[in-house]
């Protein structure tokens, strides 16, 4: 494996965890717009992960569906961690950010975990398993 290879993984994976952190501050916003946590938004956005990822960031194949998936479980981690956030900032009368500060990972992660429900694990799997797919390419014909 050459240098260079190595470097463009090690970016892909870089961008791949920046489109994953993206899509899971957008996600915040919608589900804070319209009040509800939106599980089933996972499956729209593993989808468009997986073709930004397949298109911009990785070619089609294995390292692409890896990435897919990894950036579509860490989007729905992501807008879990932060709706507990909000949570934290609602209840106590502070600002968003002055809230993930003081939180700190650990408490805003178990906040999370403990939120979850059957139904967010389902459609997070779903999604992760839509984006693998998406990713993979097509198959060639042969001719």
Request: no cysteine; glycine share 10%; charged share 10%.
């Amino acid at each position: 494996m050459s240098v260079r290879s190595v470097l463009l993984f090690l970016f892909a994976m870089f961008s791949a965890l920046m489109l994953g952190l993206a899509a899971g501050a957008v996600w915040m916003v919608l589900a804070l717009y319209m009040r509800h946590p939106l599980p089933w938004l996972a499956v729209p956005i593993g989808a468009l992960l997986a073709w930004t990822i397949r298109g911009a960031v990785h070619r089609a194949g294995v390292g692409a569906m890896l990435l897919a998936a990894g950036a579509t479980g860490l989007a729905a981690i992501y807008v879990n961690m932060l709706i507990a956030g909000v949570r934290i900032a609602g209840n106590m009368g502070l600002g968003i950010v002055d809230a993930l500060r003081t939180a700190g990972i650990g408490m805003l992660w178990q906040l999370a975990r403990m939120a979850l429900t059957p139904s967010d694990l389902i459609w997070t799997v779903l999604a992760m398993l839509l984006a693998a797919w998406l990713a993979r390419g097509r198959r060639r014909q042969l001719r």
